[in-house]
């Protein structure tokens, strides 16, 4: 009798150990899981975001040169058609992401700022020298830089860098449904992301 009963318990004893560790094991299994994916997602929102925009002008270059002779001037004049590409991008693989898997938390830091790369064509017409002051490559040099500059501060106002800004927090909201599914927590520096608004609310 007292072999079935010490029997009986070594059995129950067992039982209890396996059924703990295996609960144990399948918390483990979950939240190794948990953690592949959230490194998954954050290797996809991770790449090299792109917006790009197109922009045409035409404009009228002059310069006149002063001779010797005083009210004799020489003028020069070009009118240049302006084609540019626009390119803004954000690498989201230089963000700061820390994965808290203690206290089931995503912290972000460090969003970087956009990278705004211009590529112009130039297209010049009706170009006339002066007779002692012609065009040189300076200044066709010189031109090319001062429309570049011009169209920066255009772009930078422009639709292009907002639609560039969605893009961005359209991604990162990725991040907060992931987290919201599973029951962590996302934070960018030390706000709490508690809903996707929050992101339109917070200076990137």
């Known amino acids: 009798m007292r072999n079935m009963l010490f029997g009986a318990v070594l059995a129950l004893l067992i039982v209890f150990v396996y059924r703990y560790c295996d609960r144990e094991r399948f918390g483990h299994s979950t939240q190794f899981e948990n953690t592949t994916l959230i490194e998954q997602q954050l290797a996809n929102v991770g790449k090299l975001i792109v917006t790009e925009g197109s922009f045409s002008e035409v404009q009228t270059f002059k310069d006149a040169k002063t001779l010797y002779f005083e009210g004799l001037t020489s003028e020069k004049r070009a009118i240049v058609i302006v084609n540019a590409k626009a390119q803004v991008a954000y690498d989201l693989s230089q963000m700061d992401v820390t994965i808290d898997t203690i206290n089931k938390k995503i912290v972000l830091r460090n969003i970087p700022e956009p990278e705004l790369t ?58 907060y449904i992931l987290s919201n599914t599973m029951g962590w927590t996302l934070e960018y520096e030390e706000t709490p992301i508690t809903s996707n608004a929050d992101w339109q609310r917070i200076k990137l």
């Open 118 to 175: 211009i590529t112009p064509d130039l297209e010049y017409f009706d170009i006339e020298n002066g007779y002692f002051n012609p065009f040189s490559a300076e200044d066709f040099n010189a031109i090319s830089e001062q429309i570049t500059d011009s169209l920066d501060t255009k772009i930078r106002e422009s639709t292009i860098m907002t639609n560039a800004q969605n893009r961005l927090i359209s991604e990162l909201q990725k991040l």
